[in-house]
């Protein structure tokens, strides 16, 4: 079966930097789209970052100039680099593919303190 499994999340002061992991399972991993999401409190699930089986990578407008995402193929794995970080990130950040259907990850929370 499917499965996402994140981790990297934590405290970190305003401007600091974290780095989140996804390792996928049961999927084609090089073949698919890969993305991460966020969801603060009292707030809908929004799109951060996604990057196409040719590495081409798409960003919330919020996140650009801040955060990249990548992939190791052979690792089957996504990541999401995050610096200069602001309260504004504090999320729970969840790892997502398509393939017809979404799949998700449990997700790992950031703090963002000020």
């Known amino acids: 079966q499917v499965q996402l499994v994140e981790s990297g999340g934590g405290l970190v002061q305003a401007g600091g930097s974290l780095r989140l992991s996804c390792a996928a399972s049961?999927?084609?991993?090089?073949?698919?789209?890969m993305a991460w999401y966020r969801q603060a409190p009292g707030k809908e699930r929004e799109l951060v970052a996604a990057i196409n089986p040719s590495g081409n990578t798409n960003y919330a407008d919020s996140v650009k100039g801040r955060f990249t995402i990548s992939r190791d193929n052979g690792e089957n794995t996504v990541y999401l680099q995050m610096n200069t970080l602001q309260p504004e990130d504090t999320a729970v950040y969840y790892c997502n593919v398509r393939i017809g259907i979404h799949y998700w990850g449990k997700g790992t929370l950031v703090t963002v303190s000020s």
């Open positions: 049961g999927i084609p991993f090089s073949m698919n789209t």
